[in-house]
């Protein structure tokens, strides 16, 4: 079955610098990853979707990037604000006919 | 407009008592799903509706678990004669696609402690 396994459970930066979270899989490759954002005691917003023909996704001082021969996508916050700490979820489907395979999130704390 | 709303918010209950847990989707989207997120774990799905076909049950732990989706909105997920095991944050959420690619969209959750 997919294993998801993202960089570590917290990650503590300063203020104005470019957060990256890791989210790693093994086997086979899923045809979409998608990235969420938790807030504690709130369900997971979604933040970005990329497919697996896509290099690269922005969104504001969003990036996501997919690399399948890694087996990776790495998630960028650009210009971090204390606002963007929460936990980050990345997600992975196979194919769209299976249900999405969550890892167990990154808590990240932004630093003033 | 109003996003996917859970109740209770929070429910404790007793060993072996049966609880119900009730999720009113976003009006339009045909996928609904229930996931159980426990302190330090990832998501783990449950059940997944979509349209009228026969939902995926594929993530249910036992039998003591089931779950309806009436009229293709509301669902409702029951455990009964719970266990201290299934004391958890449980999540459902809802989708506008017809696949598991597209977006979804999560409530605030149940938080269920079984004593």
């Known amino acids: 079955s997919q294993k998801i396994e993202q960089n570590s459970e917290a990650l503590n930066i300063q203020e104005g610098k470019t957060a990256t979270l890791t989210c790693n899989y093994t086997?086979?490759?899923?045809?979409?990853l998608q990235w969420y954002r938790q807030d504690p005691g709130r369900g997971p917003v979604f933040l970005l979707l990329?497919?697996?023909?896509?290099k690269e996704k922005r969104k504001e001082r969003l990036k996501v990037t997919f690399d399948t021969t890694l087996k990776q996508s790495l998630f960028h916050i650009t210009a971090s604000q204390p606002a963007d700490s929460a936990t980050y979820l990345c997600?992975?489907?196979?194919?769209?006919?299976?249900?999405?395979?969550f890892g167990k999130g990154t808590r990240l704390s932004v630093i003033a | 407009g109003a996003g996917v709303s859970q109740s209770p918010s929070n429910k404790v209950t007793e060993k072996g008592k049966d609880v119900e847990l009730r999720c009113d989707p976003i009006?339009?989207?045909?996928?609904l799903y229930w996931y159980r997120q426990s302190l330090g774990q990832g998501l783990e799905f449950l059940i997944y509706?979509?349209?009228?076909?026969?939902?995926?049950k594929s993530g249910l732990p036992s039998d003591r678990f089931s779950a309806e989706r009436t009229g293709g909105s509301v669902s409702t997920l029951t455990i009964q004669r719970t266990q201290q095991e299934d004391s958890a944050v449980y999540l459902c959420?809802?989708?506008?696609?017809?696949?598991?690619?597209?977006?979804?969209?999560f409530g605030p959750g149940t938080r269920l402690t079984v004593t």
């Open positions: 959420a809802s989708s506008p696609g017809t696949t598991h690619s597209y977006e979804q969209y």
């Open positions: 086997n086979y490759s899923p045809a979409y």
């Open positions: 990329i497919r697996e023909n896509e």
């Open positions: 997600a992975l489907d196979h194919s769209g006919n299976t249900p999405l395979v």
């Open positions: 009006s339009g989207h045909t996928a």
């Open positions: 509706f979509q349209g009228n076909s026969a939902p995926d």
